[in-house]
């Protein structure tokens, strides 16, 4: 019998083998024709069929000789590389430096040589203590790492968006780690430090309070990755042309300002969209609307360094900025997103140690142990020590030496030159590549500004003793507001915390920062203020320093930012359409949302929203506008998405502009009048472009 085949409504072709069987074929999108791509095997095998293993008879057992399906199975139960043990969850573009400013006279490194010049770089931004798969959200120090892809080898500046660290030793990294992930026996809470085990720890080491200061900040709640400081924190060194050598700490500032949620908001976000951050990435390089950042350093010499009542090697100082002004060199523009997630962003690899002449280490503690790091992690991550041969990881400047073999290798040396020194020349063979004396990396010759040189001890500085004056020195540079917040972060994260002489060593500690500090949380426990700790050395006031402050800094623009428009039945088109026009000639995102995404009938025809209603939550745009017909506006009074939406934005602090039907709904709520509650003129497009934390105390009772 022939065999015949006929086509389902489905588009499953179901064939009449010669003994009466059926065999199911459903065809690859766009069914290929001979001389186009064709599915093969990983060793380049055309498959005939993808639906189907091979079996013993229509019905019967699958065949182990189905090396088809035993390649596909084998090759999906292996997809899986172990996460980063920190920094696990990440969002990654490529993009470019352009020097802006040349600085010869400081540094030789390549890409700051010439005006105009373009360095290709791959970038990746991530949280630290949760999984991959974990929010976008919490409060966190997020990762902001940059691969240069320069002419003289790849430049990684390995850096977060706080200044600061925890620590001054890469000996207590592990403790630190342990200490803020999920508790050991019980394995939560993920991605939040707010337990008992991350305070325990901290309380103990005086060192961090620094660093907990900024976390507890509004640092820790970005609103965008578009929308962070960037800082390689560590003091580096500048080596220019003449061997002469100044230290250096590099700084990146994001073009739209640096713009943080409150905490309630970053909570409610992560459950409407655990991929906030990620979404709004992609969203933006996708439409063009490429993030970019001001890059700039911090250059001192060895005598302002002395000078200093901090040493500028320990990673827990920083260098305020009213005192060494960052001097921007550049910028960073994140213009493509990777084609793949994982083969680009996932298997990236940064490593501390990789630096080009022109650039060097200095001797900060952190810093030297994290070149030993980085490079042991890549072999247990990606498998092999020739992670440097995927395609993110590659230096785009030729690549010569005699390292060889090991697993996954996928460069072939030629010759038999695998040694030098070598004369192989001299027989007519290759030789391989030599040093290069004039133009190859050499180390800084450091002499004179270690006094103990040539003592083996496991020692700290003195210089590294004073851990309060900095942290104070942040606090004391906010506004009222953002004391506020880090007052109700730390009561909040103590409240989680159930061994009650954790909490209280952490006020002990507080009360040294700032008396009222200490006090406040105290309140907010509802604790009796203990003995405030004991410094190793006692704190100075430092000059405060407004660099530190986000709102000092605001920018107050509406550009990168995203405002919904509400509508519903009955709303008046042309308005929605005139707004949505003005919101987007500010270079902002309108959304516009409404009960039913497909449409709905509105004065002047249909419209179709881009979001719906329950879920698209006010917490996910900066700003809301309220378009609706009184009817339509009581009709929403009883719908909880609706109202949320309202109260949300209020309560966020975000402005709410209004027609005249839409005032049930905020009347609903408890809207009350102030700045930046607005009609939909131009006084909405003012009022959208920041928040209005004079609200605040209306909405939330602080400590
Ligand atoms: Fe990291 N860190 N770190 N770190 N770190 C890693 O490397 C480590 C430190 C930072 O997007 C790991 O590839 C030690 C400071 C970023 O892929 C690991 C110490 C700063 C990223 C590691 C530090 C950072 C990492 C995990 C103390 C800010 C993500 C996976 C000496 C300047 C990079 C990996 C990416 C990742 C070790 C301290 C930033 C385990 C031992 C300080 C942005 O190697």
């Known amino acids: 019998m022939d065999s015949s085949s006929k086509k389902t409504d489905d588009g499953i072709r179901i064939t009449q083998g010669h003994g009466g069987e059926t065999h199911q074929h459903v065809p690859h999108r766009g069914d290929h024709q001979d001389g186009e791509s064709h599915l093969t095997t990983n060793h380049g095998l055309r498959l005939s069929d993808n639906q189907n293993s091979l079996r013993a008879g229509s019905r019967g057992p699958t065949l182990l000789e189905d090396f088809i399906l035993r390649e596909k199975i084998f090759h999906f139960d292996h997809e899986r590389i172990p996460e980063r043990i920190v920094h696990a969850r990440g ?6 430096f352009e020097c802006t400013t040349a600085i010869p006279e400081l540094t030789k490194a390549a890409p700051f040589s010439e005006v105009g010049k373009r360095t290709p770089l791959f970038c990746r931004m991530s949280t630290v203590a949760g999984s991959k798969g974990s929010k976008d959200t919490p409060r966190d120090v997020r990762g902001f790492a940059l691969k240069f892809y ?20 890469a000996i207590k990294f592990p403790d630190l780690i342990h200490a803020v992930k999920p508790e050991a026996d019980r394995g939560f809470p993920q991605a939040a430090s707010a337990h008992d085990t991350f305070w325990d720890f901290i309380s103990l080491m005086p060192e961090s309070l620094h660093m907990v200061m900024w976390v507890m900040s509004d640092r820790a709640l970005p609103r965008s990755l578009r929308m962070m400081d960037g800082f390689g924190i560590h003091t580096f060194r500048f080596i220019n042309a003449d061997g002469e050598m100044s230290f250096v700490k590099f700084h990146w500032k994001p073009v739209l300002g640096v713009q943080s949620t409150l905490w309630d908001e970053a909570v409610k976000i992560s459950g409407a969209d655990p991929d906030f951050h990620r979404r709004d990435l992609w969203e933006a390089i996708t439409a063009g609307d490429y993030p970019e950042w001001e890059f700039g350093v911090q250059v001192f010499d060895q005598a302002f360094a002395e000078a200093q009542p901090y040493d500028v090697l320990d990673a827990t100082k920083l260098i305020p900025e009213e005192e060494v002004p960052v001097q921007i060199i550049g910028r960073i523009v994140l213009d493509r997103w990777p084609d793949n997630f994982f083969a680009e962003t996932e298997q990236v690899a940064f490593l501390p140690s990789n630096i080009i002449p022109g650039i060097d280490f200095s001797n900060d503690p952190l810093l030297q142990g994290r070149l030993f790091s980085y490079l042991d992690t890549q072999k247990s991550r990606l498998g092999t020590t020739n992670f440097h041969q995927i395609p993110v990881n590659a230096p785009q400047c030729p690549m010569h030496n005699f390292q060889r073999d090991g697993m996954m290798q996928t460069h072939i040396p030629t010759g038999r030159a695998n040694y030098e020194p070598n004369s192989l020349a001299e027989a007519g063979e290759e030789a391989g590549p030599r040093e290069c004396p004039e133009t190859g990396f050499t180390s800084f010759r450091n002499t004179g500004e270690n006094n103990d040189a040539n003592q083996s001890l496991r020692i700290r500085a003195e210089s590294f003793a004073d851990h309060y004056s900095q942290a104070r020195l942040f606090y004391r540079s906010q506004t009222e507001a953002e004391q506020n917040h880090i007052v109700a972060a730390i009561t909040f994260e103590l409240s989680k915390v159930d061994l009650e002489h954790v909490r209280r060593r952490v006020v002990s500690h507080l009360l040294v920062i700032d008396e009222g500090l200490g006090a406040r949380v105290a309140a907010g426990l509802g604790i009796e203020p203990p003995e405030p700790a004991t410094p190793a050395k006692a704190p100075v006031d430092m000059p405060t320093s407004d660099a530190l402050s986000i709102l000092k800094r605001d920018k107050k623009t509406l550009k990168g930012r995203k405002v919904g428009i509400l509508f519903a039945e009955g709303s008046d088109k042309a308005e929605i359409e005139r707004l949505k026009k003005a919101i987007e000639g500010e270079g902002a995102t309108a959304m516009l949302i409404a009960p039913q995404v497909e449409g709905v009938g509105v004065e002047g025809g249909t419209l179709k929203a881009d979001g719906q209603l329950a879920g698209t939550p006010s917490v996910l745009l900066d700003a809301v506008a309220l378009v609706l017909t009184e009817a339509a506006a009581k009709m929403l009074c009883d719908d909880g998405a609706a109202t949320d939406f309202v109260k949300d934005a209020y309560g966020h602090l975000k402005a709410i502009g209004h027609n005249a039907g839409a005032q049930p709904l905020l009347d609903k709520v408890g809207v ?11 006084e909405f497009l003012k009022a959208a472009a920041q928040r209005f934390f004079d609200r605040e105390p209306k909405v939330h009772q602080m400590p």
């Open 91 to 96: 969002s990654g573009a490529h993009g470019y």
């Open 150 to 169: 320069t002419e003289a080898g790849n430049w990684d500046l390995v850096g977060n968006n706080i200044p600061v660290f925890f620590i001054q030793d």
């Open 672 to 682: 009350k009048a102030d700045e930046g509650v607005t009609g939909l003129g131009d």
